[in-house]
């Protein structure tokens, strides 16, 4: 592997190849640029981007760049002999997994961002760079900035894990905080996200929960080594989350968040993304904004907490270069580090259905006021053994339709489902009941 290394003025480098020069593409080589002598002091080589690939290459960045360097055909990365590190930043699926296919085929690692990539495709991709001798690596795939793979894999590797609970959707956290804070709607807080560009043109993956499923499979199979799909995952977004619901929320001490959320109970796997009710005291509750926090709670290090902000040109970037000196330091030591040493945790037998989850729930019926509405519901609720921890009546105003918030203790989600559904059939109740699960944490 030696001969990967080549000498500029009796500096050793090694020569990357970039497919993607957009947002996140143009901050990999400012850094690279800027830093460039801080790094060569921290690493003994020089990472040097040899050859830039891209739709666009007219269009200005905030970098400058050799325009000798630039090319429209990813095939001239991908089969240069002197490029031994591909960095792939253009996302989606196509033609993204053609070029990572071919660059490992043809003996290159690969660092990339594309989390909808890996969380489709990634346990054959992964499996392809190891049959080559090759790595993935993929940092700013989940946390953007935050370090959270490298944790899992090297920090946390002696221990068992029994869930995780993250925010790790920028978009949803602000639009949620803001509504929060600012006591805004659902649109105006969409609205505010699009001006400040927290929100793309097309925010559907990011507000339905699309986009945290996606993290949420790759940090599953870290840390439990279990490759689950998108169809395995329960996803509800935030779109249909209340104004009256957060300040109602509020009121009962609870924040609500856009949380992904796997548990391990028992010898059963649940995987799942959804608005969720968490204590104002839990540290997760103050994480507001764009950014994203992870908590994981393991056997040994106990309960952790991963911060930092979920976004950002040079917060994804950072972790893209991070990548990049982990790879060429094995390359300068002669040495192969797989992408991952994955052990599956063969006591997971089964993944949870969300019907056969147990929690407890938030709801919110709206109902006509006269006397005898509250027992009508409690005696659905005790039908299917689903009783109350507590519960509220706000604005009453005769004639019209007034809210009752509840709080129930823990019950099936199968059960809370089908008695829903018979009280939403009484003639008490004036619109779709609420509810939302909460979580300890």
Partial sequence: MGSKLERKGGVKKINVGLIGFGNIGSGVVKILSDRKNLLSNKIG???????ICDKDIS?????LVD???FTKEAKEIINDPRIYIIVELIGGIHPAKEYITEALKKGKSVVTANKALL???????????QDRGKSIYFEASVG????IIKSLREGLVANKFSSIFGIVNGTSNFILSRMSDNNCTFNDALSEARKRGFAEKDHTLDIEGIDSAHKLILLTYLCFGRFVSLDDIFIEGISQVSLADINYAA????????LAITKKESDE???RVHPTLIPKMHLLSSVSGIFNAIYVSSDLAGNLLFYGPGAGQLSAASAVVSDLVDLTQGIKAGMFRPTLNIVEDKSIKKLRRISEIESRYYIRFMTVDKPGVLAKIAGVLAKFGISIALVTQKERKKAQVVPIVMIIHEAKEKDLRSALDMIGRLNIIKQES????????
């Fill in 59 to 63: 269009s200005k960045r905030n970098v």
């Fill in 67 to 69: 325009k000798s360097i």
């Fill in 269 to 271: 796997l649940e995987v």
């Fill in 45 to 51: 080589l020089d990472i040097n981007i040899k050859k």
């Fill in 144 to 147: 953007a900035g935050i370090p």
């Fill in 251 to 258: 009121e009962l001490g609870f924040e609500i968040k856009l």
């Fill in 434 to 441: 609420v509810a939302i699960r909460i979580e300890e944490v």
């Fill in 119 to 129: 969380a489709q495709d990634g346990r054959e991709l992964f499996a392809l760079a």
